[in-house]
């Protein structure tokens, strides 16, 4: 890979695909979401700490899935999410990856919301790599959510500005994404970091998801180091 000084400190992962992946394998649905958790996710974290990317986020749940799936579907997909938290904090506190999770986590199982509190709190001292996943997550959810935020606080209005409104979205303290890679051939971000994403490049590739690898990513990145980044000068 070249250019590894200016590797992205922020990669965004929108992934795409699970289900047109399995169907076109003659699977269930559900099988595509299983790989994708098992295998692919697991191996292009790897491979982000590898490169010391500093920041990952994965988009696992929309509000719109939430809203759209069946409860099937959901059930399965809370699941993958337990199996995937409980049986990654080890590796993630032996290679200091802390979790982050953006997104409404109300409507969440209860069982699940407690899983998610105690692997942030167990990995929270842990400075590799930060991965952030978003469940039950929407940029205009965020947005009304951090109005909300403060609205209820003692913030003065008057008072905001693009820099401190920033503090109350759910990703404060998170750099903005240079690069967004969606999978699974669809050419848009579905509203995703509507506000973090204002000067991210962009990469769309064809591939469904789980056919994302390490090598598909590594393409990815080399695309975003062929580009001269202006940010609107």
Same mark, same amino acid.
């Not at 699977?27 to 996710?41: C, M, S």
């Not at 959810?141 to 609205?151: Q, S, V």
């Not at 209005?157 to 820099?163: G, P, V, Y």
């Not at 890679?181 to 990469?203: A, N, V």
């Given at each position: 890979?070249?250019?590894? /000084?200016?590797?992205?400190?922020?990669?965004?992962?929108?992934?795409?695909?699970?289900?047109?992946?399995?169907?076109?394998?003659?699977?269930?649905?559900?099988?595509?979401?299983?790989?994708?958790? @098992?295998?692919? +996710?697991?191996?292009?974290?790897?491979?982000?700490?590898?490169?010391?990317?500093?920041?990952? %986020?994965?988009?696992?749940?929309? %509000?719109?899935? &939430?809203?759209?799936?069946?409860?099937?579907? +959901?059930?399965?997909?809370?699941?993958?999410?337990?199996?995937?938290?409980? /049986?990654? +904090?080890?590796?993630?506190?032996?290679?200091?990856?802390? !979790?982050?999770?953006?997104?409404?986590?109300? /409507?969440?199982?209860?069982? !699940? @919301?407690?899983?998610?509190?105690?692997?942030?709190?167990? %990995?929270?001292? /842990?400075?590799?790599? %930060?991965?952030?996943?978003?469940?039950?997550?929407?940029?205009?959810?965020?947005?009304?959510?951090?109005?909300?935020?403060?609205?209820?606080?003692?913030?003065?209005?008057?008072?905001?500005?693009?820099? $401190?409104?920033?503090?109350?979205?759910?990703?404060?303290?998170?750099?903005?994404?240079?690069?967004?890679?969606?999978?699974?051939?669809?050419?848009?971000?579905?509203?995703?970091?509507?506000? @973090?994403?204002?000067?991210?490049? &962009?990469?769309?590739?064809?591939?469904?998801?789980?056919?994302?690898?390490?090598?598909?990513?590594?393409?990815?990145? $080399?695309?975003? +180091? @062929?580009?001269?980044?202006?940010?609107?000068?």
């Amino acid at each position: 890979m070249n250019n590894k /000084n200016h590797l992205p400190k922020h990669v965004v992962i929108i992934p795409d695909g699970n289900r047109r992946w399995a169907k076109e394998k003659g699977l269930p649905t559900i099988e595509g979401h299983r790989y994708a958790a @098992q295998t692919t +996710l697991p191996n292009l974290i790897s491979e982000l700490a590898k490169l010391n990317i500093k920041y990952f %986020t994965f988009w696992a749940l929309s %509000t719109e899935n &939430l809203i759209g799936r069946s409860k099937e579907e +959901l059930d399965y997909l809370f699941d993958l999410t337990r199996f995937f938290l409980k /049986n990654k +904090l080890k590796e993630f506190k032996e290679k200091g990856i802390k !979790l982050k999770i953006i997104g409404d986590l109300t /409507n969440l199982p209860k069982d !699940l @919301q407690k899983e998610i509190l105690k692997i942030t709190a167990d %990995t929270k001292e /842990n400075k590799k790599m %930060t991965l952030v996943l978003g469940l039950n997550y929407g940029g205009r959810d965020e947005i009304i959510r951090a109005i909300k935020k403060i609205r209820n606080s003692k913030f003065e209005i008057r008072n905001l500005t693009k820099e $401190n409104f920033g503090n109350y979205l759910d990703t404060t303290g998170i750099p903005d994404p240079d690069l967004i890679i969606r999978t699974g051939g669809e050419k848009r971000l579905s509203g995703f970091m509507l506000w @973090q994403s204002e000067y991210s490049e &962009l990469y769309f590739s064809d591939l469904y998801f789980p056919d994302f690898t390490a090598k598909e990513l590594e393409k990815s990145i $080399n695309n975003y +180091l @062929q580009r001269q980044r202006r940010f609107g000068k």
